[in-house]
């Protein structure tokens, strides 16, 4: 049972928007940790997506989006491509466990 | 470039030893926290360990404290994660990821992983 809940999967068609949420609480998002989404390729090593709630390192398209309120966040992607289907995971800092905390992971098709 | 490169993957027998190196290029390996993340086979992310800038902090997931050890050499630009007492639980992949240079509680660049497989 992960810290952080994300569903279990999503998918859209080619050209469509999505959106991931993930739920927290009072101990990591609610208390003001900050979100971020990271991007894993099977069989790769996660990347950095999304930092500091909504934020996008150099060289991530501005299709992906992150937003943040109350003890939730959500990562959205516009204009789905193909290459997008992956899995996604959201992480925060739990504060009452001293640790870091992710979600579950949401893999992503692309229909 | 940053570079993090694992290595010191193995399979080992429950109640077995392993030690974990992670080799840091391409930024000044002195100044950032670091962290080991590992993945189960067919599972999602799981924290284990971090290390301070300066070595002098570290905390442990709950499910590894008191069996895992971190620790980092900034002469060779290396950090290590001994594993003792090892459970088949501890089967996964383990990443070495440096702390964001923007939010210190991200993870902004991981190695490519190296596989610890604890089976008899």
């Known amino acids: 049972q992960s810290v952080l809940t994300q569903p279990p999967s999503v998918s859209g068609a080619p050209g469509q928007r999505v959106t991931i949420s993930c739920t927290g609480s009072?101990?990591?998002?609610?208390?003001?940790?900050?979100v971020h989404w990271y991007q894993q390729f099977l069989g790769m090593a996660p990347k950095l997506l999304i930092y500091?709630?909504?934020n996008r390192p150099s060289g991530v398209p501005d299709r992906f989006s992150g937003s943040k309120s109350g003890t939730s966040a959500s990562l959205a992607i516009t204009g789905l491509q193909a290459e997008d289907e992956a899995d996604y995971y959201c992480?925060?800092?739990?504060?009452?466990?001293?640790?870091?905390?992710f979600g579950g992971g949401t893999r992503l098709t692309v229909l | 470039e940053v570079q993090l490169v694992e290595s010191g993957g193995d399979l080992v027998q429950p109640g077995g030893s392993l030690r974990l190196s992670c080799a840091a290029s391409?930024?000044?390996?002195?100044?950032?926290?670091m962290s080991w993340v590992r993945q189960a086979p067919g599972k999602g992310l799981e924290w284990v360990a971090y290390?301070?800038?300066?070595?002098?902090?570290?905390y442990y997931a709950d499910s590894v404290k008191g069996r895992f050890i971190i620790s980092r050499d900034k002469a060779k630009n290396s950090m290590d994660l001994q594993l003792d007492s090892l459970r088949d639980e501890d089967t996964a992949v383990y990443y070495c990821?440096?702390?964001?240079?923007?939010?210190?509680?991200?993870?902004?660049?991981w190695g490519q992983g190296t596989r610890v497989t604890v089976s008899s």
């Open positions: 990821a440096r702390g964001g240079s923007n939010y210190a509680y991200s993870f902004d660049y």
């Open positions: 391409g930024f000044t390996f002195a100044s950032y926290s």
């Open positions: 290390i301070s800038s300066s070595g002098s902090i570290t």
């Open positions: 009072s101990s990591n998002i609610g208390t003001g940790f900050a």
């Open positions: 500091g709630d909504s």
């Open positions: 992480q925060s800092y739990d504060s009452r466990l001293y640790a870091w905390v």
